[in-house]
């Protein structure tokens, strides 16, 4: 019988880490993604959760945001005014640009995925015992403050 190498904390934290996005991203059985809106990709659950926090964007700003190019964020947005979800409007200070709003649709949308986000957080730190729970999440904000700062 061959014994399994000792795997490198890199190799571990992968192995974890692809074991959470299976479960929370794909696994529809245990946690229903946003109550069943699985059509979306992750750039559009991104840009609903940051449309919602942060009201008439420019998409030049979206775009930063999502680390991606402007016309890679027009796109995003193009699908999800197709959708209903978001609106272009002219924006307050200049009349020919166009900031980005949720429509009630996409408030709504956005909320289910707030909920089911939590649900799977809760779910997350219920594995853990109650004593660690704070400090993991210290931990994880550590980490996610610290790879934030270096992409800029």
């Known amino acids: 019988m061959a014994t399994r190498p000792t795997l490198t ?4 934290l992968r192995d974890a880490i692809s074991t959470l996005l299976r479960i929370f ?9 946003a109550g ?3 059509r ?7 840009t609903l959760d940051h449309l919602a926090r942060n ?10 945001f999502l680390a991606v190019s ?5 796109s995003v947005i193009d699908r999800l005014v197709r959708r209903g979800l978001v609106s272009r409007r002219m924006a307050p200070d200049d009349q020919r640009a166009r900031v980005l709003l949720l ?12 909920t089911q986000d939590l649900v799977n957080m809760r779910a997350l730190l219920g594995t853990l015992p109650p004593a660690e729970r704070a400090h993991f ?7 996610a403050g610290g790879l934030a700062a270096k992409a800029g």
């Open 9 to 12: 904390p890199e190799h571990r």
């Open 25 to 33: 991203l794909v696994n529809e059985r245990v946690f229903p993604v």
């Open 36 to 38: 069943g809106a699985t």
């Open 40 to 46: 979306y990709s992750p750039h559009d659950f991104q």
């Open 55 to 64: 009201p008439g964007l420019r998409i030049g700003a979206l775009a930063e």
């Open 70 to 74: 402007p016309t890679t964020a027009t």
């Open 103 to 114: 429509t009630k649709r996409g408030q709504a949308l956005s909320q289910r995925i707030l």
């Open 137 to 143: 999440t210290r931990l994880m904000e550590q980490v």
